[in-house]
C-alpha cells in the first residue's frame, strides 16, 4: 500500500464507530518504516491475538487485581514487556510493530500492547493518560479498579501511588479526573505528540516530524495550532509556497480571536514568500 494509501486508511479508521486502536498505531508505525505492509499488520494482531490466547479465562466480572495480575505475569514476567530510561531515545519505542518485536517501549506503547492483550482476552480494561506517564485500568474506573503500570513490567499502583509518581516527574498533583479512561484517538494523538517531541530535539528529523505533524491532522480532533506547526516545518524544509500557503490560512482563523497575533503569521508569510526571490 502506498503511502498516501495508508494516510486514508489513517483518516478512515480515526472515523469508526469504535477506532481500532492496534490498527491505528500500526499505520503510525509504517510511516516511520515503508517496508510494514499488510503482511507485517497482520503478523502484529496475530501477535496480539497469540498473547490473548495465553491468558487464563477469567471472565469479565473477575476482581479488577486479578486480570492485573495475570496480565502483569504473563507480559510483565513471561513475555519480558517492561521499559528502559533508554525507549526515551528511541523512535523504535513509539513504533507497535517494534515493540511487540523488541518487548521494550514507551509508558504508552507497552500500554497499547497490553490494552490490546487484554481487550482480547475480554478484560475491562481501558487506558489512563496520566500527566507524563501511561497506565492502564481494570474494572470500573468510577469504582472498584486496579491500575497497573506496564512500564515497570505491570506493578500494581494505587491511586496516590500514581500521583506520587506523576508529581515526582512533572512536579504537578493530580486532579480526579485524570484516572478517568482515555479515548482511543486520545491515545493515537499522545502516541504522535511522543514522536513529534522525539523529532523536535533532532533537528535532523524533521522529516519524522512532518509526518507525525499530518497524520494528527488527520484525527477528526486535533489543537488548531498543529496548522501552525505544520506550516512552519513546510518553509524549514523548503516548501516556501505550501508553507506561505499554511500561514496564511492559519492567520485568518486567528484574525478573529488574536488579531495581533495573525498578523504576526502574516508577516511569517510573506517572509516565506520572500525566500523564492
Known amino acids: 500500500m502506498t503511502d498516501s494509501g495508508n494516510r486514508r486508511r489513517f483518516a478512515a479508521a480515526a472515523r469508526e464507530e469504535r477506532p481500532d486502536l492496534a490498527l491505528l498505531c500500526l499505520l503510525i508505525a509504517a510511516e516511520a518504516d515503508p517496508a510494514l505492509d499488510e503482511a507485517g499488520f497482520d503478523s502484529a494482531q496475530m501477535e496480539l491475538d497469540r498473547l490473548a490466547g495465553l491468558l487464563p479465562a477469567l471472565g469479565r466480572y473477575a476482581e479488577p487485581t486479578r486480570w492485573a495480575a495475570a496480565l502483569a505475569r504473563l507480559l510483565g514476567v513471561d513475555c519480558g514487556f517492561h521499559g528502559t530510561p533508554a525507549e526515551y531515545r528511541r523512535l523504535e519505542s513509539s513504533l507497535l510493530d517494534q515493540v511487540l518485536r523488541r518487548r521494550r517501549g514507551l509508558p504508552i506503547l507497552l500500554s497499547v500492547v497490553w490494552l490490546e492483550v487484554a481487550r482480547r482476552a475480554g478484560a475491562p480494561v481501558y487506558g489512563v493518560a496520566l500527566p507524563g506517564h501511561f497506565v492502564v485500568g481494570f474494572g470500573d474506573p468510577y469504582g ?134
Request: aromatic share 6%; no cysteine; charged share 25%.
Open 144 to 277: 472498584v479498579h486496579a491500575l497497573a503500570d506496564p512500564f515497570d513490567g505491570g506493578r500494581l499502583l494505587t491511586e496516590e501511588e500514581a500521583g506520587q509518581l506523576v508529581a515526582g516527574a512533572t512536579g504537578a498533583p493530580l486532579p480526579a479526573t485524570a484516572f478517568a479512561p482515555a479515548d482511543p484517538l486520545e491515545i493515537v494523538l499522545r502516541v504522535l505528540n511522543n514522536i513529534r517531541a522525539w523529532a523536535a530535539a533532532r533537528p535532523e528529523r524533521s522529516g519524522v516530524r512532518l509526518w507525525a505533524v499530518e497524520l494528527s491532522l488527520l484525527l477528526p480532533s486535533h489543537p488548531a495550532r498543529l496548522r501552525y506547526e505544520h506550516a512552519e516545518l513546510l518553509v524549514e524544509r523548503g516548501d516556501f509556497i505550501r508553507g506561505a500557503r499554511e500561514l496564511e490560512e492559519y492567520a485568518q482563523v486567528l484574525a478573529t480571536v488574536q488579531p495581533e497575533a495573525a498578523e504576526t503569521v502574516r508577516h511569517q508569510a510573506l517572509a516565506a514568500r520572500a525566500m523564492l526571490n
